[in-house]
């Protein structure tokens, strides 16, 4: 019998597997354990084909037991290793793996990640609270945060609600809306897109606890669900911040990439577009199109990205740089029910504390976990509530007062 199934067999034995990292450690490490599992092209994975690799995903070992299979093209069609990367591998037993991989192999990839997550396990919070990530934070233990932000951290500059009851869609009248796709889009956001130009919203107390963040050197990469723009009113630099949905300050052709300067475009929109919330008087009553002055086309937008629509490739290679090394994952005022970019929290390592702020729990079917314990292994906080709320907290907990004094004239 060879090393790896020496490795293998002694794993299936330990009780607990993948769940006391400890019992299973000199065996990972004194066989090197490398298994090789099956391509899984059935219906447990679904195939996802990129510019330079193929990506199976699906949960394999249940809904919060994610695998993700990455074959760049080269790879595929001669049959070399690939990659496997388990989130949440504390949760899945070897045996599982085996079950579900050893049969009919084409494929070999290498879970000799799990290894390397235990080696190189992090410093942690020492409680589960605001309190210990403060503490966490001034440790000097903590040096890369990554930051994933939704609607949530916005409310507090009173950017209108859309979605919810009483919120713009549900005051509008539709039959006012023009038919054509560019009008009827600018028609619906008219108030938003000006609004956004004229800064008519400020950056809350939230954006700047970020910016806080960059200032001490900690923060490494923002990555913003949102589309409003205020992360740029603060003093995060432009490469830090990841528009994962794009961003309303910035107006492209949708035709041929032309962009356009925002207060050119918003110029137009007041001139061309009408507005069906009759909030402005001066507004045309009927709408027209709006031409792009490289090609003509009336295909001029901002750069959002609608539903359905592939996010930026800045996403996907900024991700792929930060979490590996990641030492604390901010999930605030998000429901992380959006793809990929709730992904992120399943692709820091999994010593890596995650701090949800947020109103109420979310993200438990892609494994965090609430009501645990430092001494249970947990890594997840929960602090609930109003974004802007807990950063302020948090700013007293760290001793920054003193950065919030010198903004506090520029918030809402």
């Known amino acids: 019998m060879g090393d790896t199934e020496n490795a293998i067999h002694m794993l299936i034995k330990a009780p607990g597997i993948l769940q006391n990292k400890e019992s299973y450690r000199s065996a990972i490490e004194s066989k090197h354990l490398e298994l090789t599992v099956d391509e899984f092209v059935n219906s447990s994975l679904t195939e996802y084909s990129k510019q330079n690799h193929i990506e199976y995903k699906g949960n394999v070992f249940g809904k919060d037991r994610s695998v993700s299979i990455r074959c760049d093209l080269a790879s595929r069609s001669s049959g070399a290793p690939c990659k496997m990367y388990i989130a949440n591998p504390g949760i899945v037993r070897m045996k599982d793996i085996l079950s579900k991989g050893l049969q009919g192999l084409t494929v070999t990839s290498s879970i000799r990640h799990i290894a390397r997550s235990v080696r190189s396990r992090r410093q942690q919070p020492q409680t589960l609270d605001l309190a210990g990530i403060a503490a966490y934070i001034k440790s000097g233990k903590c040096k890369s945060v990554i930051v994933l932000t939704g609607a949530g951290v916005s409310t507090g500059a009173g950017i209108p609600d859309f979605r919810s009851p009483g919120g713009m869609y549900g005051t509008l009248n539709p039959s006012l809306i023009t038919a054509t796709e560019q009008e009827r889009y600018l028609e619906v956001r008219r108030p938003f897109i000006l609004g956004t130009a004229e800064h008519r919203w400020k950056a809350t107390l939230s954006h700047w606890f970020l910016s806080f963040l960059h200032e001490e050197g900690l923060l490494t990469r923002l990555y913003t669900q949102n589309i409003d723009g205020l992360d740029y009113q603060t003093d995060i630099p432009p490469e830090k911040i990841v528009p994962v949905h794009g961003s309303v300050g910035i107006v492209k052709c949708e035709h041929c990439q032309h962009e356009v300067p925002l207060a050119d475009f918003c110029r137009d929109v007041r001139a061309n577009i009408k507005d069906i919330y009759g909030h402005d008087a001066s507004a045309p009553a009927a709408s027209s199109p709006i031409p792009c002055p490289a090609c003509n086309r009336a295909t001029l937008k901002p750069n959002t990205v609608l539903f359905g629509s592939p996010l930026p490739r800045e996403f996907f290679s900024c991700a792929a740089a930060d979490t590996p090394t990641a030492d604390l994952l901010i999930v605030a005022g998000t429901s992380l029910v959006v793809q990929p970019a709730n992904q992120l929290v399943q ?27 430092v001494a249970a292994g947990s890594r997840d906080v929960f602090a609930e509530g109003e974004a802007d709320d807990t950063f302020m907290e948090l700013t007293k907990l760290l001793g920054w007062e003193h950065k919030f004094d010198r903004i506090c004239d520029r918030l809402p």
């Open 347 to 373: 692709s820091v390592q999994d010593s890596c504390p995650r701090l949800i702020v947020n109103k109420e729990r979310v993200g438990m079917d892609l494994g965090i976990e609430y009501d645990g314990s």
